[in-house]
């Protein structure tokens, strides 16, 4: 179950497979992500346990790495964000699992487990679209509240 994630947290793409390697499935994520997005992921955050090619259709895959000594402050600190960003797919998987009932799939057979993913990740980037739309129009609105009530004006005057 490969999951790519954009920097801000939406998932770009999620495919079922059965019980593959990661090194397999890279390539039909990465063309899934082409084809829904339009661009093309030039870096790809992989883990520690990702054994295989280090690059994949002009994709370069990155693995966490021991830094060398002469590898400057500037670059380990780049590196250190990026992997620690990979860092949060693993909650991002659980949440999927236990919110978006992930951990068991309700449907059959391989079409099902594809119908499963799709439904999961179409949630979950709906909910953050609406917190990130909502969130703004909610706080003006708990903020006007706030005013009128420290202003001492009557809620008799309102309606």
């Known amino acids: 179950m ?15 497979f059965r019980n593959e390697y990661d090194g397999h499935t890279i390539s039909d994520a990465l063309e899934q992500v082409e084809r829904l997005t339009g661009k093309c992921i030039k870096n790809l955050a992989g883990d520690r346990g990702y054994r295989g090619r280090k690059e994949v259709n002009g994709t370069q895959i990155l693995i966490p790495v021991v830094p060398r000594k002469s590898d400057i402050r500037y670059q380990k600190s780049k590196m250190h964000k ?7 797919i693993e909650p991002t998987i659980g949440h999927l699992k236990s919110d978006y009932r992930l951990g068991r799939n309700f449907y059959k057979g391989v079409k099902g487990n594809t119908i499963n993913m799709l439904l999961v990740t179409v949630a979950y980037n709906f909910k953050r679209a609406m917190k990130a739309l909502l969130g703004p129009i909610l706080n003006l609105v708990r903020k006007a509240f706030e005013m009128l009530l420290q202003n001492s004006f009557s809620m008799k005057y309102i309606f």
Not at 82 to 88: E, I
């Open 2 to 16: 490969p999951i790519i994630r954009s920097f801000s947290g939406i998932i770009l793409g999620a495919m079922s």
């Open 82 to 88: 990026l992997f620690c960003k990979r860092a949060g």
